[in-house]
């Protein structure tokens, strides 16, 4: 156990239902420090998660108070050299490498960013001033917090500095500026950057014309925990049960799953959607309305479930197949769940998928597929013999027990420790 103080900086994690995937890395980390801090930057949700006995929690406003609003241009004075050359680089970098044009909305961000990142980073500094220890500093998120520690990468407390890198804060087609700032930045001025998928690595890469792999950018996939032991049969009855699993916001496309349901004729399905979100109440609409003279369909909208719960719900319940058709993945760590439940799956080409889900253990759809290409994909599962479908249930748990279980966490903890 090293005697670095790890503060770990979350948009969620302990509080709400968020971050599901920390709730079992913390354990290992738990094991690796003596001590950890994690900075929630969640102060709305009230239910705290269970957090090993060595974690603190504090909780961190992102949204700036009129006395942070006053006093942050002297904060901008406490390192307006560091600042200058940041904003310079990456104006550079829009010019350049990108080949943008900068207007007004890419600029804000931009300004946002660093604004936030700047007015964190004396928060943490503050924090770290309290006690005299070295500190490890790690951000979840590839976004103002892992800037935040990036501009205190210097400091004489700060052994170092590390961020993971997800989806919604690399790929540009997530931003409706189709913008990520500061990359460059952030790749410098980091210890070490640890993608969840080879994908998200190679786009960054590619984003900032590197060819030749950094020694720092790393890969450490995210990892689910379950029985390592699970044994297969036949199925034991005969209802084709599809689950999908996520929130309900457009870039999930459920939509294309109902469009897909609505075409089956003669077949029985049942459809159980886990998740809620914004477009819950549109979506249900939309299953009632398309769906309705499909009596053999059956659907529900379970809503929100606690990472505990989705796990009993696939104890509990023989699910042939899930879905997962969004526009835009890191890698999904709903499929690796799934999976370590010998659960196939049919998902669309997008982010890291395709590292996970293959021929073997599910079908790959494009990335844009038709309503018609989902039904013709879900049809040829529902015609499976059950000898077949064991064999994707195997290759599925497979694939979860080799690549995507816990102790990626293990790996992870341990990397973080070594220089």
């Not at 709400?16 to 709305?44: D, P, R, S």
């Not at 210097?154 to 500095?161: D, F, L, M, P, Y």
């Not at 196939?344 to 590292?355: D, F, H, K, L, R």
Request: net charge positive.
């Amino acid at each position: 156990m090293i005697n670095h103080k790890l503060i770990l900086i979350t948009h969620n994690y302990p509080y709400g239902l968020g971050e599901t995937f920390l709730e079992t890395e913390i354990q290992y980390l738990a094991e690796e420090f003596k001590e950890i801090l994690i900075i929630c930057k969640n102060v709305h949700d009230k239910d705290c998660r269970k957090v090993p006995k060595n974690v603190t929690v504090k909780r961190f406003n992102p949204k700036s108070s009129f006395i942070r609003k006053f006093i942050f241009p002297f904060l901008i004075l406490t390192r307006p050299r560091q600042l200058l050359f940041d904003l310079k680089t990456e104006l550079n970098v829009l010019k350049t490498i990108y080949a943008f044009k900068i207007n007004i909305s890419r600029l804000n961000m931009l300004f946002h960013f660093m604004a936030k990142g700047l007015e964190f980073s004396y928060y943490l500094l503050k924090e770290m001033n309290k006690e005299n220890k070295s500190y490890l500093l790690y951000s979840y998120w590839l976004d103002n917090s892992a800037y935040s520690i990036k501009l205190l990468s210097g400091e004489i407390h700060v052994n170092k500095t590390i961020s993971r890198a997800h989806r919604g804060e690399i790929y540009f087609e997530s931003s409706k500026t189709e913008y990520q700032p500061m990359f460059k930045i952030l790749c410098d001025g980091l210890d070490e950057i640890y993608f969840i998928s080879r994908n998200g690595k190679r786009y960054f890469q590619e984003k900032l014309g590197i060819k030749e792999g950094l020694s720092h950018l790393k890969i450490s996939r995210l990892g689910v925990i379950n029985d390592e032991n699970r044994q297969f049969s036949t199925p034991l009855n005969k209802i084709f049960l599809i689950v999908s699993c996520s929130n309900l916001i457009t870039v999930k496309r459920i939509d294309l799953i109902i469009k897909a349901l609505s075409l089956f004729q003669y077949e029985k399905i049942d459809w159980i959607h886990i998740g809620g979100g914004p477009e819950y109440n549109k979506l249900c609409e939309e299953a009632k309305r398309l769906l309705k003279k499909s009596a053999n369909i059956e659907f529900n909208f379970i809503g929100s479930l606690s990472n505990q719960e989705v796990f009993d719900f696939y104890e509990k319940n023989e699910v042939s197949l899930i879905v997962n058709v969004s526009a835009s993945e890191g890698i999904p760590v709903s499929l690796m769940e799934a999976f370590s439940f010998g659960i196939p799956a049919i998902a669309t080409n997008v982010g890291g998928t395709s590292e996970l889900v293959n021929n073997s253990n599910g079908i790959l759809l494009n990335s844009n597929p038709s309503a018609e290409e989902l039904f013709e994909a879900i049809r040829e599962f529902y015609l499976l013999s059950d000898s077949e479908i064991l064999v994707y249930r195997e290759n599925a748990f497979h694939t979860w027990k080799k690549n995507y279980n816990s102790k990626n966490y293990k790996k992870f903890s341990t990397m973080l420790i070594s220089r």
